[in-house]
């Protein structure tokens, strides 16, 4: 071992590596911790945001739903309402114009606009 005197202590392969842990260390601390802790905070802060959209589409979802829910029952009740008439086979209010009335009583109970008026070849 002629080379052992010469070796000085900076020169030990144990204090490279410290040191080298040590300047690593400090690299992290002042440029990779930093620059994490920025990425997830805005990330953080993007992913509240969302909850937020998220919380608002909720109640929007919950407030149509009920909206529908009215609308069915809305529906469901006037669909419920008798169509015929008892003993009368025809739907209510078909009975109002008879056989052998008067054309002029169709007006009557009926729009104008929506008669459709032919001429008569027969008298």
């Not at 029952?73 to 669909?79: F, G, I, P, T, Y």
Request: hydrophobic share 40%.
């Amino acid at each position: 071992m002629p080379d052992a005197p010469n070796k000085s202590w900076k020169d030990h392969p144990v204090i490279i590596a410290a040191a080298s842990f040590g300047a690593g260390l400090v690299f992290a601390q002042t440029v990779i911790f930093p620059t994490m802790t920025a990425s997830l905070r805005n990330e953080v802060s993007s992913l509240r945001s969302q909850v937020q959209e998220v919380a608002v589409l909720k109640e929007q979802l919950k407030k149509a739903e009920a909206d529908a829910k009215v609308e069915k029952d809305k529906l469901v009740a006037s669909q419920r309402t008798n169509l015929f008439s008892l003993g009368n086979p025809y739907p209510v209010g078909i009975g109002k114009v008879k056989l052998g009335d008067n054309v002029s009583s169709l007006t009557k109970y009926y729009p104008d606009n929506t008669i459709t008026r032919v001429a008569s070849s027969c008298v």
